[in-house]
């Protein structure tokens, strides 16, 4: 069985600061995506890592996939307000497929 | 682009009773997923068609929910009877291939409050 784990679960941090979220997986995957949830909202894509080594970079946010180690990673440089969110990371449950497996979510806030 | 559609945005049933969710993907997207979320957790998958034919329902409790895309276009869940523990969004999702990675895009959901 497929289990996707995040971590940290809840993370406050400061403005200004860097942190990263880690996204560990239980079995071999080509890809992972990473969505960002606010509150009372849809998901919105962020990344989509399809490779090992890949590494992808929008903004204050850059993903990385090391398919070896089966480890994602979302690090956040100079942290601003907005992107105080929830992030998921999901895997396909079977590779080539497109049946998301979600991790449980790393609820950020980003305080001023 | 117009993005995935969803109706209603909030259901308040009470338990026993039935309800009905409808998705109008995005234009030309074959796949369409149905997504559970309850509350403080990640998505989970119900069912995935590929135009109108089901792909995996491994995960849809059959005795009570039931989906169709009969026209490989838009889509509806429905839920018959109702338990407490249905509470939950239920996220429409679409993508253009299946197979590949593309990007899986989510519609905002119809929150369903079951009392």
């Known amino acids: 069985e497929l289990k996707v784990e995040q971590n940290p679960l809840f993370l406050s941090m400061q403005e200004g600061k860097n942190y990263t979220i880690y996204c560990n997986y239980s079995t071999t995957s080509d890809r992972l995506y990473w969505y960002r949830q606010d509150p009372g909202k849809s998901l919105e894509s962020l990344f989509v890592l399809l490779s090992n080594g890949a590494v992808k970079q929008e903004g204050r946010l850059m993903a990385s996939l090391d398919t070896k180690a089966r480890l994602s990673t979302l690090h956040i440089t100079a942290a601003v307000h907005d992107l105080s969110a929830t992030y998921f990371c999901?895997?396909?449950?079977?590779?080539?497929?497109?049946?998301?497996?979600f991790g449980q979510g790393t609820r950020l806030t980003i305080n001023p | 682009e117009a993005g995935v559609a969803q109706s209603p945005r909030y259901k308040i049933i009470e338990k026993r009773q039935s309800v009905a969710f409808w998705c109008n993907p995005i234009s030309g997207h074959a796949t369409l997923y149905w997504y559970q979320q309850i509350l403080g957790q990640g998505p989970k998958l119900l069912i995935q068609f590929q135009n109108n034919g089901v792909v995996d329902d491994s995960q849809l409790p059959k005795d009570r929910f039931s989906a169709e895309r009969l026209k490989g276009v838009d889509s509806t869940l429905k839920i018959q009877p109702a338990k407490l523990e249905d509470s939950a969004v239920y996220l429409c999702?679409?993508?253009?291939?299946?197979?590949?990675?593309?990007?899986?895009?989510f519609g905002e959901g119809s929150w369903l409050t079951v009392v």
């Open positions: 999702a679409s993508s253009s291939l299946r197979g590949a990675g593309n990007t899986i895009y």
């Open positions: 999901a895997v396909p449950l079977i590779q080539g497929a497109q049946k998301l497996v």
